[in-house]
């Protein structure tokens, strides 16, 4: 059997992308080929709109991470933001800036295939219909760098998308999965200093290849239980700060609760914990759930861990506190990913 040609010019990446990401889907009433797509949510909900940028030297690392990884990841990123808020993926735009090297060489053009399976792999798997983009040559000759920025089209009934803002004192607080496995291994990967030639699996590779938890998010709207909701994109303790800002109250974190995923806890105590509490890229969600509620020990085949509770803002007192066996209360501050934040000794060798 021939082996199919790579794409070695723009319009013929955009051709080959029509071919690989054709869609019969309902919702996608023209997708790519003209000006602009032209979308079907269907009636009586919201359309919800997230953009993530996926950089070159930023969010990956070209001599680190597998193209296919790339490509889900960039993908993922966006599917992530629609679970938290409860919704259902509708379509997905891409625009992508290459160096030139990516169409005119051999490895350049092996690179692009594969980083397009890796996104496709995903997008079939959660049926997200790719329905439009752009491309362009990135700037910078030798040094020109990658770019990828994703939109997720997705839709909720009106009314009933979940918020970071609907949280009340006395809530109980939960975690999707398991924390820590993405900064874990994001560690090991540049501790090599080598790329990943090829990966056999995308399970049990949390920073490789996230699970974006959409089934989850849908199940928590649909059961109506969750008063608030956010993904854990910069690490537990950034995006729990948000949440306690949207909502206006306080937190506090049981340390014995956290569900420290097994590559972080390979790692020696305080290593593990700070992973679970400020490592990030994790993708599971934080919710919050009246503690009367009876919630299940999963939920889409996912595990839920309550973590902690919430507390009425008062003057003077820290926004969030953690609760560690034989010690004190001690205040969590935020110590997660903040882009145009100074670098810090962890923050030195993110990427992100």
């Known amino acids: 059997m021939k082996k199919p040609s790579l794409p070695s010019s723009e319009l013929g990446l955009i ?40 950089l070159e030297g930023r969010h990956f690392r070209r001599d680190s991470h597998p193209p296919e990884s790339v490509g889900h990841r960039c993908l993922a990123r966006g599917l992530s933001d629609l679970a938290a808020m409860g919704a ?33 792999a995903l997008a079939e798997l959660h049926s997200v219909p790719l329905a439009g ?23 909720a009934p009106k009314g009933k998308a979940l918020r970071r803002s609907g949280a009340f004192a006395g809530d109980a607080l939960y975690v999707t999965g398991q924390l820590g496995g993405a900064a874990a291994e994001l560690a090991g990967m540049l501790g090599r200093r080598k790329r990943i030639a090829t990966v056999k699996t995308t399970e049990d590779h949390p920073h490789l290849f996230p699970e974006p938890r959409l089934d989850v998010g849908e ?15 910069d690490g537990l303790s950034s995006d729990l700060t948000h949440l306690c800002r949207a909502s206006g109250v306080n937190a506090e974190i049981e340390q014995e609760a956290l569900p420290i995923h097994p590559l972080a806890a390979k ?3 305080k290593s593990a914990l700070h992973a679970a509490l ?26 839920l861990t ?18 560690a066996p034989g010690n004190g ?24």
């Open 15 to 54: 051709e080959q992308i029509q071919r690989d990401f054709g869609t019969s889907s309902s919702a996608v009433k023209l997708g790519i080929g003209d000006d602009c797509g032209i979308l079907r949510p269907p009636a009586g909900c919201e359309v919800l709109v997230t953009t993530d940028l996926t």
């Open 88 to 120: 259902t993926p509708l379509a997905a735009f891409l625009s992508l800036a290459l160096p030139s090297t990516m169409l005119t060489t051999a490895a350049g053009q092996t690179w692009t295939a594969k980083f397009f399976n890796g996104l496709r």
């Open 133 to 155: 983009g752009d491309t362009s040559e990135s700037s910078g000759g030798k040094n020109a760098l990658i770019l990828a920025d994703i939109v997720l089209i997705g839709y």
């Open 219 to 233: 199940a928590l709207l649909r059961r109506g239980v969750a008063t608030a909701c956010i993904d854990i994109s």
């Open 267 to 269: 790692l020696d105590a």
């Open 278 to 303: 400020h490592g990030g890229e994790d993708y599971e969600l934080l919710f919050t759930a009246p503690s009367s509620a009876r919630m299940p020990t999963s939920l889409a085949g996912v595990p």
């Open 306 to 323: 309550r973590i902690g509770t919430l507390k009425p803002r008062r003057s003077g007192q820290p926004l969030m506190t953690l609760l």
């Open 329 to 352: 209360p001690a205040e969590l501050k935020p110590g997660g990913w903040e882009h145009f934040a100074k670098p810090s000794r962890h923050a030195k060798k993110k990427t992100r």
